[in-house]
T-cell receptor, first 118, second 113 residues
Framework: AQTVTQSQPEMSVQEAETVTLSCTYDTSESDYYLFWYKQPPSRQMILVIRQEAYKQQNATENRFSVNFQKAAKSFSLKISDSQLGDAAMYFCAYRSGISNFGNEKLTFGTGTRLTIIP | KAGVTQTPRYLIKTRGQQVTLSCSPISGHRSVSWYQQTPGQGLQFLFEYFSETQRNKGNFPGRFSGRQFSNSRSEMNVSTLELGDSALYLC????????????FGPGTRLTVL
């Protein structure tokens, strides 16, 4: 079974600075997808970024980028120019890429609570 | 395009009662998944439906059930509620394939007294 580990329960960063959230995962599959979701106090889970394991290039979405190290099974999220609206719980998630129905579930890490200091 | 909607947003029930939660996916999405979020267990997968068929199920007791209608709307039901069922229940929809990204609704907060 796949597992996702987020070893930083809490992180804080000064507004406008850069912060990196860590995530490691364990899988025997070669085809899979990794995600970062953000859950603000409203509790709505919002997709931040997605990475396909077969792509060597790291995904980027505006101020958000990932450092995907497939061999090390590491998937960290970098937030540049942190803004107050970035304050939230961040979850790393894994999803199998095997096309057989039955593998569609997301496996989540325990989350990292990010605080932005004005 | 409207996002995933969930009703009701908040529910208070007592032990032994049953409850039904509803989820309407993004228009065109045919897959609906349900997750339970608690402080102690985190986010756990409940089940996933596609074309009115359950095609994946998490490790939850039989008191938790669900269904999907022909318009892709989904309901989940919890019977004989226990205190430990208090949680945020999240619904997510995706187009159809296992590789499609899941988009989440705002959740239903269930409190069992």
């Amino acid at each position: 079974a796949q597992t996702v580990t987020q070893s930083q329960p809490e992180m804080s960063v000064q507004e406008a600075e850069t912060v990196t959230l860590s995530c490691t995962y364990d899988t025997s599959e070669s085809d899979y997808y990794l995600f970062w979701y953000k859950q603000p106090p409203s509790r709505q889970m919002i997709l931040v970024i997605r990475q396909e394991a077969y792509k060597q290039q790291n995904a980027t979405e505006n101020r958000f980028s990932v450092n995907f190290q497939k061999a090390a099974k590491s998937f960290s999220l970098k937030i540049s120019d942190s803004q107050l609206g970035d304050a939230a719980m961040y979850f790393c998630a894994y999803r199998s890429g095997i096309s057989n129905f039955g593998n569609e579930k997301l496996t989540f890490g325990t989350g990292t609570r990010l605080t932005i200091i004005p | 395009k409207a996002g995933v909607t969930q009703t009701p947003r908040y529910l208070i029930k007592t032990r032994g009662q049953q409850v039904t939660l509803s989820c309407s996916p993004i228009s065109g999405h045919r897959s609906v998944s349900w997750y339970q979020q608690t402080p102690g267990q985190g986010l756990q997968f409940l089940f996933e439906y596609f074309s009115e068929t359950q095609r994946n199920k998490g490790n939850f007791p039989g008191r938790f059930s669900g269904r999907q209608f022909s318009n892709s709307r989904s309901e989940m039901n919890v019977s004989t509620l226990e205190l430990g069922d208090s949680a945020l229940y999240l619904c997510a929809s995706s187009l159809q394939k296992s590789t499609d990204t899941q988009y989440f609704g705002p959740g239903t907060r269930l409190t069992v007294l």
